[in-house]
């Protein structure tokens, strides 16, 4: 276990597990973080501890993404924003993490299955990652426009998406279905944030609450005006499924 050489091998051990004590778990982490595990080992890792302790596996998911998401924030690629060849070259970065480490295709289940653990873990990851590829506008009627590599993910038929984004989603549905305090205590704590991606995934979980909680939906609409135009490519069809 202290021979770093050997955590590829201890890491498919421990993809095989049935039970998973504690000590197991931080061991995932730690692996989970080596460059010398392949991803796949880490998504086994993590769909095993899934079925056994379903609030532990957002922990793995988080140690394996962490380092992914940060270098993508961080990638300032050498272009000129004004040129729409730069602005797609800009956004490079986040489309190899979403098709490449965070195309997981496993993950909505792992989202689902504890959805409050899998947004407390990966929330702080995921808003600055939505925040650092949205688009710069002179207007401020609405949210900035996200990346289409964002954006594309959420909605629509998602089984023909896997990955990150269709878990966040995933997971704020589910939390507001079963669990409408903690579903608003999210949403409360991550509802400034300036990301059109971010809100339409709000939006997700608002959808769900909206029957039995009509008020915390109007709520949310009316403290910005700029929730009234959530919708994938200016459109706002989020908006308008919110207020039917």
């Avoid at 049935?18 to 995932?28: E, I, R």
């Avoid at 709000?202 to 609450?209: E, I, P």
């Amino acid at each position: 276990v202290q021979d770093a050489l050997m955590l590829p091998q201890l890491a498919w051990v421990l993809s095989q597990f049935a039970v998973w004590p504690d000590d197991a778990v931080a061991m995932a982490e730690r692996a989970a973080r080596s460059k010398d595990v392949a991803d796949w080992v880490v998504r086994a890792m993590a769909s095993s501890l899934s079925v056994a302790r379903p609030s532990e596996a957002p922990r793995v998911v988080r140690a394996f993404l962490e380092p992914h998401i940060e270098r993508c924030i961080h990638a300032q690629p050498d272009t000129d924003p004004e040129d729409p060849a730069g602005i797609q070259d800009q956004e490079e970065p986040l489309r190899h993490l979403l098709r490449n480490p965070a195309a997981w295709y496993d993950l909505p289940g792992i989202a689902e299955a504890a959805p409050l653990a899998f947004l407390e873990s990966m929330l702080p990851l995921f808003v600055p990652l939505c925040e650092a590829f949205a688009h710069e506008t002179s207007g401020g009627e609405a949210y900035p426009p996200s990346s289409y590599e964002l954006e594309s993910a959420i909605g629509g038929d998602r089984h023909r998406h896997t990955g990150l984004v269709p878990a966040m989603v995933a997971a704020i549905e589910r939390l507001a279905e079963e669990d409408a305090e903690g579903f608003l205590c999210v949403l409360r704590a991550w509802g400034e944030t300036t990301s059109l991606a971010m809100h339409r995934i709000f939006a997700a979980g608002l959808c769900r609450l909206a029957p039995a909680r009509p008020k915390d939906v109007l709520d949310y609409l009316i403290a910005d005006g700029r929730r009234f135009c959530l919708g994938y490519m200016s459109e706002q069809q989020d908006t308008v499924r919110l207020v039917k």
